[in-house]
């Protein structure tokens, strides 16, 4: 295979990945690296129930402080239902979540995790 068809098809995996958060989808790379090199993507966050969860790949993802206005919705601040940013992979099991507006916010693996821990309605 070429470098070029390589670059088109690491384009278009990247493109048609569609991540999960709650009930909505987040938007970004479709696998978590096999290896433990730190890689960032375009993320798409979703914000609707507040800051818990994340699904990066086929791993979910738990904020290590969820963040909420203590009414289920994300804090002001926060777009709803999706904040724009990048989530940059740090390992297998750490991922941290930033914006062009200041907000990060850490995640952790769920080990063995198949589905999010709460929908949101």
Same mark, same amino acid.
């Given at each position: ?53 994340? $699904? ?51 995640? $952790? ?13």
């Amino acid at each position: 295979m070429t470098e070029r068809a390589g670059q088109i098809i690491l384009a278009l995996t990247l493109a048609a990945g569609v991540l999960t958060g709650c009930a909505q989808a987040d938007k970004g790379a479709d696998a978590v690296p096999a290896t433990p090199s730190v890689r960032t993507i375009p993320f798409d966050l979703y914000t609707h129930c507040g800051i818990d969860e994340a $699904r990066i790949g086929s791993t979910y993802f738990e904020a290590e402080t969820p963040l909420s206005n203590g009414s289920g919705s994300p804090p002001d601040g926060w777009d709803n239902p999706t904040q724009r940013g990048t989530m940059t992979l740090k390992s297998e099991t750490e991922a941290v979540f930033t914006d062009d507006a200041g907000h990060e916010v850490k995640f $952790r693996a769920r080990p063995g995790a198949s589905a999010f821990k709460r929908i949101c309605a």
